[in-house]
């Protein structure tokens, strides 16, 4: 069980250094290793994970995929403005334009939408980017990505080294509407 303060969750080290393990590789990383890791039962790394599922924090888990390894070498990132009143239900229209992926708002009026693509030609890229300007949206730039660089978010595996931080962090938790 997570404990809440205040409509957020609040993370022990226990729960951050299991999330650094999962941010690793959650496919590949098994309960028992993730016990070894860090220092405690399996079936308690299980009931942390549950936990956090249950809670929201661990929303997903999906493979990162190599897109252009997989045939698909225009992958292309949209930088857009959308009407601020606008922005968060023309970013769930965009999702429904076959080939986008992702999207991403941003906490400005300008350059509001990042809109991540995978095509198929560039014929399919132009017809991508007509059903994106048809979302009243203004296309600033795009940009072909070749590569993709992650990494686990380091303040789960490092929260003991830094005196900054309290030893419970609070992570903000909204519950998704589709109202904005």
Sequence with gaps: MVKEQDGNVVLDDLDRKILYELQQDARKTTHEEISATVDVSPSTVRNRITALEDAGVIKTYSPELDYERAGFSLHVQFVCTAPMDQR?????????????????????????LRIEVIATSSQDLTEITRELGNLNLDIHTSQIITNTFNQPFNYFEHSQSRPDVSEDATIEHTPHTDQE
């Design 88 to 112: 968060h239900q023309t970013a769930h229209d965009a999702l429904d334009i076959g080939g986008v992926i992702t999207v991403q708002g941003m906490v400005t009026s300008e350059r509001n």
